[in-house]
C-alpha cells in the first residue's frame, strides 16, 4: 500500500496537532448545557472524527450520516443521495458537521440545507481539508484543518475505490495507481 504513495502531504504529526488545535476550539465555542451532536459524514469522515472528538472538552452525542459521492473515480458526480440517516431527532439541538474533505462543496451544500431543515439551534461545518479552489457552491466551512491544492488525495479516512483509507497520513499516489 505504502508502494503505491508518491508524495506524502501532510504528516501524522501535523494532523495531531491540527486536530488538538481544532478540538480545543471547538470547546471553546461550545458551552456543557448546549446539546451538542457530531455527525460524522461516513465513510471518510470517520478516522479524523474519532481523533477529534477525543480532543473536545464536552458532553457530546454522535450521530452519522452516510452519503453518496465520488464511487471509485476522483470526480465528483455532483448528485447527492442519503444512504443513511441520522439516528436521532436534532431539533432544537447544535449540529457539528463532521467531513473528510470539502471539494466541490455539493455534498455540504446538500448536508446543511438538509439538516437546517429539520430545525437544530445551529449547524456548523468541520473539516479536515478544504480544496477551496475546486469549490462549485459557496459553503461556510466553521473549522478548517488544512486548505490543499487541486490533488486527489487519499489517507487518515480518505480512500480511492475504498482503498488507503488506513493511511496514518494525508498522500498523493502515483500516477499508475489510479487506473
Ligand atoms: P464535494 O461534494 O465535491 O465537496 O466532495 C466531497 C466528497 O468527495 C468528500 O467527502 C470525499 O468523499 C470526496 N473527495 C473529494 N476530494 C477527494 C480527494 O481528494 N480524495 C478522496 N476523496 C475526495
Ligand atoms: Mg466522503
Known amino acids: 500500500m505504502e508502494n503505491d504513495v508518491k508524495e506524502i502531504l501532510i504528516s501524522q504529526d501535523e494532523i495531531i496537532a491540527k486536530v488538538k488545535e481544532l478540538g480545543q476550539q471547538i470547546s471553546k465555542d461550545y458551552s456543557e448545557d448546549q446539546e451538542l451532536i457530531v455527525v460524522g459524514i461516513l465513510k471518510g469522515a470517520i478516522i479524523f472524527l474519532s481523533d477529534l472528538v477525543r480532543e473536545i472538552n464536552l458532553p457530546i452525542a454522535l450521530d452519522f450520516m452516510a452519503v453518496s459521492s465520488y464511487g471509485s473515480s476522483t470526480e465528483s ?77 487519499v489517507g487518515y479516512g480518505l480512500d480511492y475505490g475504498e482503498t488507503y483509507r488506513n493511511l496514518p497520513y494525508i498522500a498523493v499516489l502515483k500516477p499508475e495507481t489510479y487506473q
Request: glycine fraction near 4%.
Open 77 to 153: 458526480s455532483g448528485a447527492v443521495r442519503i444512504l443513511k440517516d441520522l439516528e436521532r431527532d436534532v431539533e432544537n439541538k447544535h449540529v457539528l458537521i463532521v467531513e473528510d474533505i470539502v471539494d466541490t462543496g455539493l455534498t455540504l451544500k446538500y448536508l446543511l440545507d438538509n439538516l437546517h431543515a429539520r430545525k437544530p439551534a445551529s449547524v456548523k461545518t468541520c473539516t479536515l481539508l478544504d480544496k477551496p479552489s475546486r469549490r462549485l457552491v459557496d459553503v461556510t466551512v466553521n473549522y478548517n484543518g488544512f486548505s490543499i491544492p487541486d490533488k486527489f488525495v
